[in-house]
């Protein structure tokens, strides 16, 4: 048995030595303010006139611009361009891949301007922090040694309008972006590069070339095969019978998706595989095919690549296995998986630091470190590395996250180890804090007609105002109240919000845990609400601190990110204002089935509207939905064929801008068609206007406006 002196020895030298100890601390203190300091100093060293943007000839949908100029936004240059490049810890793919991939049915890089524009991503040109040209969003990200390509916030929100061949470049401003088809076209160019010998022998020497992470051709080809493995998983698992296409994505649907991957944990797997039926009722796999298939397969909580394995297997033949085919893959997905069916519309950012709530439907509170929350389920949902992994209880790392997420009695706990680089994530939210929203550029789209504006304000007043409030966009002290609205009562299409609360999946090690809700404690069950499942994911992130760091700044960068989400955030924390069916016991997140209002400053570059983008111009947002009644429906009186209604099809894709009807032109029959007329593609509700939506009490419905009215209001929406 040690003497006690023996155990006491440590204790006493740093009492003995304290003053040494607590100069060092300081000095360890001090040189991360340092630190902290230059890296402030280092954000203005970009500061390119034309912040990184070039213009483009004969682009997509014959669209060409000059360079694109800059509305005050209260950003300058250097600001923009380090929102623009500043990394999240979001991992696609390795960088030196997507510098040399090659498109599938062509030798021109994947990378080019001419194919970044067609998926309407803004091209740019190399400057000091983006030395390589990668378009807007595109960033590096250097995890465990390896540089990776990856996305920031600035990808989804930085939008463009044309007019005339002039640009307009709106920092914070919803993007055109079609993800889903860049992704699709990414894992095409991966497996044609892998299948071509020509083109597989180019890229080959071409990452040989750049003389970064990898050697050999042996290294690349594997890397590539595991690479292109896991885009294909991720378009596998969130393909959807809704086309999203140009400016709106299911972000929330894919964020669910990837932590329903990343908690799922062996047993669950083997048991969901069991239970899936097949087209004639009887079970899809049978109990030899389940073990071939999760042979070797071992691990409580499933990496990427085991996870990719299991699915390769599940469509192999060798051996034994099952060989499944497409409708058999889709099964298995919507057995463990959720189908992300509602695509929004991204979200313009000016003014959310400001915001008490966000997202479409509120659904994250903006209080405490509730944005650094928000922000780790967004990388969660751009491909940040998640090396998640269970291990044993002790003292470690992830202690920490084990307490918050109530897994501390568990005999197993997850390690949230990921690329997730919070220190920047509380930076960028800090950084929005300077960005206001655009003003109408009368020298450009024309001069705003003050009369008739004028009396669009009290028409705004009247209609608008109760929802909407005005707010002085430039006040650094100002507060957005969102104003929430029930689903019955918007009308506007249910199903972002639907989803949001009534997706369900496997918990893995949440199982059992317990969770706070606004209106009191709950137990996480087996199969539970995914909102539930990434509260606890995010909130297990969040406790960890970043391993790719050495131990002192591991914790003093973690202690300073949470120290200043508290101290910079003047959000407080509060309940939900507006006309919203409250959470209760029984139903803890009512709530969440409404829609949210904000201040409408800047709205004119941020078409299409309403939250699915189903609405082209504000001009058609004044219009009713034009009512189709089926034979068999009941007290349904149908509009005629005559009259003006919102359209049903048009176009997106087009950055061309109609002053106007204030939106964006639908006329390039080549763009993507969006079709109204099924969930989650649906233009109707918010028909205030139209005089069909009652106001903010549920109850008044004011007059439709009448075409004058209607041009006055537009009118008077310019000036925000």
């Known amino acids: 048995m040690p003497r006690v002196s023996s155990l006491l020895a440590p204790g006493f030298y740093i009492w003995r030595h304290r003053k040494w100890m607590l100069l060092l601390l300081a000095l360890v203190v001090l040189s991360m303010f340092i630190a902290l300091a230059i890296g402030k100093a280092y954000q203005n060293w970009d500061d390119d006139p034309d912040r990184g943007a070039i213009g483009i000839e004969n682009g997509a949908f014959g669209e060409s611009y000059a360079t694109p100029i800059y509305l005050n936004q209260g950003w300058s240059a250097s600001d923009s361009l380090w929102f623009y490049t500043t990394t999240q810890g979001s991992n696609l793919l390795p960088y030196d891949f997507f510098l040399v991939l090659e498109q599938a049915e062509s030798e021109e890089l994947f990378r080019s301007d001419a194919n970044i524009d067609y998926f309407r991503y803004l091209p740019q040109k190399p400057t000091f922090f983006n030395p390589d040209g990668m378009p807007v969003g595109f960033a590096k990200d250097t995890y465990e040694g390896r540089d990776y390509m990856g996305f920031t916030c600035a990808a989804c929100h930085t939008g463009q309008v044309n007019y005339r061949g002039t640009a307009i470049r709106i920092d914070g401003g919803p993007a055109m972006a079609d993800m889903v088809g860049f992704l699709t076209a990414l894992a095409q160019a991966m497996e044609a590069t892998l299948s071509e010998a020509d083109k597989r022998q180019r890229f080959v020497e071409r990452v040989i070339a ?3 992470d990898f050697q050999t051709e042996a290294e690349i080809i594997d890397s590539l095969t595991v690479w292109r493995q896991r885009i294909g998983l991720y378009n596998t698992i ?28 062996h047993a669950q797997l083997a048991e969901t595989l069991a239970m899936v039926m097949g087209p004639q009722g009887a079970p899809l796999l049978s109990a030899t095919q389940i073990q071939a298939v999760l042979q070797g397969v071992n691990a409580s909580i499933l990496s990427e690549e085991e996870f990719a394995e299991v699915v390769a297997r599940l469509q192999s033949n060798d051996n034994g296995l099952p060989g499944l085919g497409r409708r058999d893959m889709l099964r298995i997905r919507d057995a463990l998986f959720n189908e992300p069916d509602a695509p929004v519309s991204y979200p313009f950012l000016w003014d959310i630091v400001q915001s008490d709530y966000v997202q479409w439907n509120g659904l994250a509170n903006n209080a405490g470190v509730g944005p650094l929350g928000r922000n780790t389920g967004e990388v969660i949902g751009v491909f940040g590395n998640l090396d998640w992994s269970a291990q044993k209880p002790g003292f470690n790392f992830s202690s920490l996250s084990a307490w918050i997420t109530g897994q501390s009695r568990k005999h197993e706990q997850i390690n949230f180890k990921s690329s997730i680089d919070l220190v920047n994530l509380e930076r960028l939210e800090a950084h929005l804090k300077s960005l206001t929203s655009p003003a109408w550029p009368e020298s450009i789209f024309g001069s705003i007609d003050l009369e008739k504006a004028q009396q669009g304000r009290l028409i705004y007043a009247r209609y608008c105002e109760s929802c909407h409030e005005v707010i002085q966009p430039r006040n650094w002290d100002r507060v957005v109240i969102g104003k929430m609205m029930a689903l019955d009562k918007i009308g506007t299409d249910p199903a972002m919000a639907q989803n949001s609360v009534h997706y369900t999946g496997k918990s893995g090690n949440f199982n059992q845990t317990v969770q706070e809700t606004d209106v009191g404690k709950l137990y996480i069950a087996e199969e539970a609400p995914v909102v539930q499942i990434l509260t606890s994911a995010t909130r297990g992130v969040v406790a960890t601190p970043d391993a790719d ?13 949470l120290g200043m989400s508290f101290f910079q955030n003047e959000i407080q924390a509060t309940i939900k204002n507006g006309n919203y069916t409250p959470d209760t016991t029984a139903q803890p997140y009512n709530s969440l089935l409404s829609y949210k209002a904000r201040p409408l400053n800047g709205i004119w570059a941020t078409a299409p509207y309403l939250h699915n983008g189903s609405v082209p111009t504000l001009y058609d947002l004044l219009l009713p939905k034009k009512r189709v009644c089926s034979p068999d429906a009941a007290n349904c009186i149908p509009d005629p064929e005559i009259g003006q209604y919102r359209p049903d099809v048009f176009y997106v894709g087009q950055r061309e801008f109609d002053p106007v009807k204030v939106g964006n032109l639908s006329q390039a029959t080549d763009a993507k068609r969006f079709i109204t007329t099924r969930v989650g593609d649906l233009n109707s509700g918010h028909e205030y206007g139209a005089g069909r939506t009652p106001q903010l009490d549920g109850k008044t419905v004011l007059p439709a406006l009448d075409e004058q009215q209607r041009w006055q209001l537009i009118e008077y929406l310019k000036t925000l």
């Open 549 to 561: 760091k050495w131990l002192v700044r591991r914790w003093l960068d973690w202690l300073y990110t």
């Open 210 to 212: 750049l003389d970064n």
């Open 238 to 265: 969130n393909h959807s019978h809704v086309d999203y296409g140009y400016a709106r994505l299911d972000a929330f649907g894919r964020i669910y998706n990837r932590v329903l991957q990343h908690i799922l944990n």
